[in-house]
């Protein structure tokens, strides 16, 4: 006697709850799975000293730097907005010498280490100045901008030594440098978003001269990451080679700069950055005052840069999923002037319209942020593939690292304009009865590099722009392809207005 089998409808369901749990508990343990298989390829150490350099150092440390440094010289060193507006020039310096670093960890091997130990420099020189400025009772100005300026440094160090690494194991394992991009900008955005929305907390309850002794931890992980790097020892190195090698890579530069295809696009970069006026710290005193402004607390400034770094992560998905293969020119065209439109909103929230559109403070200034960070991570993203493109051969990482280089001396230039523009206005602690004037001046400058928008190429990302005979010596392609570096600013929450 045959039994009769079990009903066919039955058995379908219970085949597609055991694949949907199955798909579910998969979907779960990916990124595990993923981290795994990266360290599987290349090595634990260098997957641990991404995500340390990129999502603590850049991402989390970054976001309570910026939240820390604003209150420390609005609270502590209680100086005027044009004059932090200067001083975070100052801290912006040694991003502009990334060249020099990018050059030293290529052709100087330490002990006969490229990267180890410019991770452990990297590391001390962020630990001992913010020691300095968590300890010292009452320091003088200038000592905390050299200190503040110190930690830069160490994190640029470490943001070029950890690009190298990257760019080297993409040579190594071409099929995975998707995912090391990916696992760089992760790392990042996690980071930041998790650094911004503690940050306005840590500062209410331990202070920014706390936050900054907090910032010794990123610091001592970069040390962690230099002492356990698994990285091959470099035996018989002849110095004699490192002059020759830093000749032929400056040549090689300076005659790719001449091009007109190359120097009139990183123009257009320095431009676009100038002349986005910085009136941040105008805008933060703002924000915190009581009288004039809406008073916002400490936690709440530091979720509005944590809301705020959603609206870079959508423009980012929004870019590579439709906007990647579309001219740079137009590209360039509509996002710089969408960014001039943007800085409307800060015009509104000033003058308090918001409140007659029924539209509260704190609503409004998030919605504000999302907007600017959304519009600026869309201006951003074809200039960096532009300039990815404008790389001679050989010299990729060093040279790109000098565009990027142009790009944040026109954020420096931009620091001190919109300081000057504060001072001018007598925007001060207290008086912002002309801060609606300095929003309608930025916005205004903003869009005038229109006008030299004829500078940015109209090929589209698929297209080569660099001619074919492009001038370099073949010694610098030698000595320099083999650790090519790439050094690609990801960190854009430290971005300011």
Known sequence: ????????????????????????????????????????????????????????????????NRVGTEYYMKDVQKVQPSEAQIYQGFTSIPWMVKPIYGLMTDVIPILGYHRRPYFIFAGVLGIVPMLFLSFHKKMHIFFAVLSLTAGSAGAAIADVTVDACVAQNSNKHQHLAPDMQSLCSLSSATGSLLGFFLSGLLVHFIGPKGVFGLLTIPAALICLVGIILHEPQTVNFSYKQVGQKFRDAIRAMGDTLKLPDVWRPCLYLYLSNALSLNIYDGMFYWYTDSIAGPHFSQEFVGYILAIGSAGAILASLLYQSILKDQQFRDLCFWSQ??????????LLLVLRLNLKLGIPDHLFAVLD???????????????????????????????FALIMSIGNIGMFSSSWLG??????????????SNLWLAILIRNIARICP????????????????????IPITDQTAETLDDDRIELVSLVTSVDRR
């Open 1 to 64: 006697m045959m039994v009769e089998d079990e009903n066919p409808e039955t058995k379908l369901e219970d085949m597609e709850g055991d694949e949907l749990k199955y798909g579910f508990r998969d979907y779960m343990e990916a990124p595990l799975n993923w981290l795994k298989m990266l360290a599987k390829e290349m090595h634990w150490s260098f997957v641990f000293g991404v995500v340390i350099v990129y999502g603590v150092s850049q991402g989390l440390g970054g976001a309570l």
């Open 337 to 346: 002037l969408f960014l001039g439109l943007s800085g409307m909103l800060d």
């Open 450 to 469: 229109l006008l030299v928008i004829f500078l940015v190429p109209r090929t589209d990302p698929n297209s080569s722009i660099l001619p074919s005979n």
């Open 419 to 432: 300081g000057i523009l504060l001072h001018i206005l007598s925007i001060t602690r207290t008086q912002f």
């Open 369 to 399: 942020e999302c907007a600017y960070q959304f519009v600026g991570r869309l201006k951003w993203m074809p200039l960096l593939v532009l300039s990815a493109k404008l790389c001679p051969p050989g010299i990729e990482g060093t040279f």
